[in-house]
């Protein structure tokens, strides 16, 4: 099993729609992220936790939300989806004695029509 | 403002050559820069780091160059194998309980056979 899992790999939904994008880690980290991709435009963080009680938006945190819901569990909404939200999406986590290197999921390639 | 830049979205290099890769930030206060690698449909993965204090990070084919007075840091992979083709991102951080990573937009190598 993968260290860290996204659910699902690909979804494509319709505007207006709520979508949940799902992560969870067997790496026992405190700490975890969520970036999206769009091309040419690199990884751009849109919220943080460095522990279940502990959230924190990004770079680009407009139009999303996010819950922790365990350690392991940490998950991202659009409340209500647009097609500049079209985009890869990826979950990351950290460990807190050494924040510096990311283990990334796989990604979550949405599609908002 | 872009605190990571890399100013080539693509390079192409022939096997068995050298493929250097730039990067450039504009924050004195980074203290750790690592590089990620992203095959398509694959979450990034780390590659190599260097810290602040130091100047040169060396590992199998890859090293990670650091000028801090010219706030640029480059990765040197040789001999260049197919392999390596892939989007590479430098990113920055500044450490500590502000664990972020600051990503770059990625530069594409391609290496050719």
């Known amino acids: 099993d993968a260290d860290v899992t996204q659910t699902p790999r690909n979804r494509i939904t319709k505007t207006g729609k709520r979508i949940m994008l799902e992560c969870s880690q067997t790496?026992?980290?405190?700490?975890m992220y969520w970036y999206r991709q769009d091309p040419g435009l690199g990884l751009r963080l849109i919220y943080y936790?460095?522990?279940?009680?502990?959230?924190n938006k990004g770079e680009i945190s407009d139009g999303y939300s996010v819950s922790r819901q365990a350690q392991a569990k940490f998950s991202l909404s659009l409340e209500s989806a647009i097609p500049n939200q079209t985009a890869l999406y990826f979950c990351?986590?950290?460990?807190?004695?050494?924040?510096?290197?990311?283990?990334f999921g796989s990604g979550t390639r949405l599609t908002v029509v | 403002d872009q605190q990571v830049k890399q100013n080539s979205p693509s390079l192409s290099v022939q096997e068995g050559r050298i493929s250097i890769l730039n990067c450039d930030y504009t924050?004195?206060?980074?203290?750790?820069f690592l590089w990620y690698k992203k095959y398509p449909a694959e979450g990034p993965t780390f590659l190599i780091s260097?810290?602040?204090?130091?100047d040169k990070n060396e590992d199998g084919r890859f090293t990670v160059f650091l000028n801090k007075s010219a706030k640029h840091l480059s990765l040197h992979i040789v001999p260049s194998q197919p392999g390596d083709s892939a989007v590479y991102f430098c990113a920055a951080t500044l450490g500590g309980s502000q664990g972020n990573l600051i990503f770059g937009k990625g530069t594409k190598l391609s290496v050719k056979p």
């Open positions: 990351a986590t950290s460990d807190n004695r050494d924040g510096y290197g990311y283990t």
């Open positions: 936790s460095f522990d279940v009680k502990d959230i």
């Open positions: 790496k026992g980290h405190d700490r």
């Open positions: 924050n004195s206060m980074f203290d750790y």
């Open positions: 260097i810290s602040s204090i130091k």
